[in-house]
């Protein structure tokens, strides 16, 4: 099983639409998440760090559910530039990996006219 | 302005050679980190170092070395050992504490030919 798993995309929506993402991680001491967008041939880009309060930031909204050790990103009112892949990423704890990220393989969105 | 630089941003490179790739940081950050991505696929870990003139292999290291000689810079050589190099090459890099995020260079796509 892979330390982080996410939904298999891809995901094609129309504009306006909302849609979420989930993410599942297997090391319950993992301590924080991020959402990374990725373009096309381009480098990942952080799009929001994941509290676990829940957090929200114009028309996306990011939640952590530590029970159940899922993340989940939920975009709502999908513009045609939200077509992206969307990558979970979780750092686990300190000690001997500290510092090494853990990334999902990614979910793919197309937004469509 | 701060940030990550990658070069070259594409590179060709002939079966049987060695090639390295630069990755150059002016944010003071303690680590850097290597990363593969394959089409469709999520990114790999190559190397990481944490501070200078340490570092440890990731999840892929076999066929790749790498130098961490000053603060600012982490070349990786991608070696004849590397059987299948054909990739997209991201450098990273973090301060050194888990909490925190990474940010990406714009990275460097390798073609053997």
């Known amino acids: 099983r892979k330390e982080v798993e996410q939904d298999p995309g891809p995901f094609n929506v129309p504009e306006g639409a909302t849609v979420a993402f989930n993410c599942t991680y297997s090391n319950s001491a993992s301590q924080s998440f991020f959402w990374y967008r990725q373009d096309c041939r381009k480098e990942p880009k952080l799009l929001m760090s994941v509290y676990s309060s829940g957090n929200e930031d114009g028309r996306f909204t990011a939640q952590l559910n530590r029970a159940s050790q899922y993340i989940s990103l939920l975009i709502r009112d999908s513009k045609l530039s939200d077509s992206a892949t969307y990558l979970c990423?979780?750092?686990?704890?300190?000690?001997?990996?500290?510092?090494?990220?853990?990334f999902g393989d990614g979910t793919t969105l197309t937004v469509k006219p | 302005d701060g940030g990550i630089t990658q070069s070259p941003k594409y590179l060709f490179r002939k079966e049987g050679q060695n090639v390295t790739l630069s990755c150059e940081q002016n944010l003071n950050h303690d680590a850097m980190y290597w990363y593969r991505q394959d089409p469709g696929q999520g990114l790999r870990l190559i190397y990481y170092?944490?501070?200078?003139?340490?570092?440890q292999k990731g999840d892929i290291a076999e066929g790749y070395s790498v130098s961490r000689e000053k603060k600012e810079s982490f070349p990786l050589t991608v070696t004849s050992a590397q059987k299948n190099p054909t990739a997209f090459y991201l450098c990273?890099?973090?301060?050194?504490?888990?909490?925190?995020?990474?940010?990406f260079g714009q990275g460097t796509r390798l073609t053997v030919v």
């Open positions: 990423v979780v750092n686990p704890l300190g000690g001997t990996n500290a510092g090494k990220s853990t």
């Open positions: 170092s944490q501070i200078v003139n340490d570092f």
């Open positions: 990273a890099s973090s301060p050194r504490t888990y909490e925190t995020e990474a940010f």
